[in-house]
């Protein structure tokens, strides 16, 4: 059973890192900034959660098993006890009872569910009574799949259903939402990050490497979908009949395809809007050219790394070795400068695509201010005394100077 567990949550883990990128947009798009406590713990709980499914549905029945098992509902809820005090009567210590596998049974029932009790309560603020609901109400579902042979996709039904495993399983998510409590709660809650998700945040070099992440990501789907479906395209309307220069030549031609097709998305988010990457676009970032001539400047910063790039990996001769030069120069200079190498020779600055975050000169402080203080707040500078017409409105930028508006 231990040695089930351990399976589990390492199947957990590495469900948990294919999830990581998406889960990681999600976040920026969401919440409009990068939260490390909310990503741990959604991290912790999607481990948690493949391994409990793991847990619960693998390994799968065999003939030999679904042979000899028939599955059951075991709806005694006394079941724990009486097989502990049949062992005491049989001569068994204590110790040795507290040992037994009827005992570690139950202790492992408990701990199965106190994650999901301490999680759900960091995660989304939940009280102790809510926490324990949706520990019965898991523990239901759990039990239902083993019951029902995973919803009647399984050969056989292969588990027994315990209504002592529903008891203890729900006695460990009110222990975990208790043993919450005890846990500092670092991580901010949504509705504070929502609120101030329209604002400009400070542009930190590890948001931008986020960006880069994401652009890396995105150019490698965009080479993957048009190369495969080119591909299958090919496959499917023209007949092999043993010959395979065709499929030959048509799998270089595809390749010459998905390669254009990866120079095209870096050239066309440059000549669009901002012209930030599809990866700054995700973080809220963008360009912005301190030379005349922005549009041709914001092609340079496209073409003078990722288009370069793209160009010495593609179609210079040998050009791998002079990629991965420029691809370590560009790294290097990323960590030296925050600006990043694309972006100092186009001449631009990098900023928050969003708005800065108005405050009112009233005395009522910052317009949607978020509880959780500055950490969620750019950098503002304040002025003092009110407008011809009311109240004037100071908005504050990350670099540079901040404007002023009248409140109408």
């Not at 709806?75 to 068994?92: E, K, M, S, V």
């Not at 301490?118 to 926490?131: N, S």
């Amino acid at each position: 059973m231990i040695d089930k567990a351990f399976e589990s949550v390492v199947v957990g883990g590495l469900v948990s890192l294919v999830c990581f990128i998406p889960y990681l947009v999600y976040q920026y798009r969401r919440y409009g900034r990068f939260s490390a406590a909310r990503l741990i713990w959604s991290f912790l709980f999607l481990v948690y959660v493949t391994a409990v499914v793991s847990y619960t549905i693998f390994p799968l029945p065999t003939p030999e098993v679904c042979a000899e098992s028939t599955g059951g509902f075991v709806i005694d809820p006394w079941l724990y006890f009486r097989d502990i005090w049949a062992d005491h009567l049989a001569g068994q210590s204590w110790w040795a009872i507290a040992r037994s596998w009827t005992v570690l049974q139950m202790v492992l029932n408990v701990v199965l569910l106190m994650p999901l009790g301490v999680i759900v309560r960091h995660l989304w603020k939940a009280g102790v009574i809510r926490t324990t609901l949706i520990g019965l109400a898991v523990s239901l579902l759990i039990e239902a799949t083993q019951l029902t042979g995973n919803w009647f996709t399984a050969p056989c039904r292969y588990r027994v259903a315990d209504v002592n495993d529903l008891m203890t399983n729900t006695l460990g998510a009110f222990l975990g939402g208790l043993l919450a409590l005890a846990i500092p709660r670092f991580t901010p809650s949504a509705d504070d990050l929502v609120a101030t998700r329209g604002f400009a945040k400070p542009v930190h070099r590890g948001r931008r490497w986020v960006g880069m992440l994401f652009d890396l990501i995105a150019l490698m789907i965009v080479f993957t979908v048009v190369e495969v479906a080119l591909n299958l395209w090919y496959n499917a309307i023209v007949p092999r009949a043993g010959d395979s220069s065709g499929f030959a030549a048509f799998t270089s031609f595809s390749l010459m395809v998905a390669q254009v097709a990866c120079l095209v998305l870096v050239l066309v988010f440059s000549l669009v809007g901002s012209g930030a990457s599809v990866g700054q676009r995700l973080v809220y970032l963008k360009p912005a050219p301190r030379r005349s001539g922005r549009r041709f400047w914001l092609l340079v910063r496209a073409v003078s790394v990722q288009g370069l790039l793209l160009a010495l990996l593609f179609w210079i001769p040998h050009g791998g070795w002079f990629a991965l030069v420029w691809f370590l120069t560009a790294v290097i200079w990323g960590l030296v400068s925050p600006r990043g190498l694309s972006f100092t020779l186009a001449g631009c600055e990098i900023v928050d695509s969003r708005p800065p975050q108005p405050f009112d000169l009233s005395g009522e402080g910052p317009i949607q201010q978020s509880s959780l203080g500055s950490e969620f707040s750019p950098p503002v500078h304040h002025a003092q005394g009110n407008g011809e017409h009311g109240p004037m409105l100071v908005v504050g930028q990350l670099e540079g100077e901040g404007t002023v508006e009248e409140v109408t």
